[in-house]
């Protein structure tokens, strides 16, 4: 079942998104907040939250760092009466940005695609990438790994669990791991699901590890990245 959240302190608004939403997917699980301390308190985690910028007490932008930090994979589509905001929601990977008052077809529009790449997420999350090390052979799931790091004849892949040292290539790796993988540097290839941030010289994880991003790279680095967030993570790096 998808879970998601609408919060935002005028009644009217948070109303008009549930019924949009039951009307599209009536199965779905929601729950309405009017503040984002009321939002943050809650222990479940959901798949797409709607949230208004400017409230009272922490802003939509403060609620939506303070829920990143809880979990990487939730949808954010802000919604708000001034458009000043659009370039500090990308600082929060947001899906979307909506401009109040709201417009019935242009939200089923935006609810469509975040459906679809909620349901792409949950599939790539389970694709898994068989390797083979001198002792074992491992699954992992394309969703848990964080970055590759080459070091000469190996790679070391890096997961929010462990790091798997293999006998392979990181251009062939990259291959079969495919959408969503980006190669930063000749010596690394990131998730940028899991990218929080970055420089002319560095992206840093959401974990605060960090990988070298080469000078050549970055302009091309910026525009994919660019394209991912706007996309859902649908772009090849």
């Not at 909506?98 to 529009?109: A, D, F, G, N, V």
């Not at 083979?132 to 590759?148: C, P």
Request: aromatic share 10%; charged share 30%.
């Amino acid at each position: 079942m998808i879970e998601i959240a609408v919060c935002d302190d005028e009644e009217i608004i948070r109303e008009q998104i549930r019924q949009l939403v039951k009307r599209n997917v009536p199965d779905c699980h929601i729950e309405l907040y009017a503040a984002g301390e009321e939002l943050l308190a809650e222990e479940r985690t959901f798949d797409l939250v709607f949230l208004d910028i400017q409230m009272e007490g922490l802003n939509g932008m403060e609620t939506a760092r303070a829920l990143r930090a809880k979990c990487r994979e939730t949808l954010f589509i802000f919604i708000t009466g001034f458009t000043e905001y659009v370039f500090e929601a990308f600082d929060v990977s947001a899906f979307h940005y909506l401009i109040k008052p709201l417009e019935e077809e242009k939200l089923k529009e935006v609810l469509d695609r975040a459906l679809a790449e909620i349901k792409r997420r949950k599939v790539q999350e389970k694709k898994q990438l068989l390797i083979h090390t001198r002792s074992r052979s491992v699954n992992l799931e394309q969703g848990d790994i964080l970055y590759l790091e080459s070091r000469g004849k190996k790679v070391e892949i890096h997961t929010l669990q462990e790091t798997i040292e293999v006998y392979a290539s990181i251009s062939k790796l990259g291959e079969e791991l495919g959408s969503g993988f980006y190669r930063c540097h000749r010596g690394y290839l990131v998730n940028m699901a899991y990218i929080a941030e970055y420089r002319t010289d560095l992206i840093r994880l959401s974990n605060g590890e960090e990988v070298y991003l080469a000078k050549e790279k970055y302009q091309p680095f910026v525009k994919a990245y660019m394209r991912y967030l706007q996309d859902g993570g649908t772009t090849h790096g």
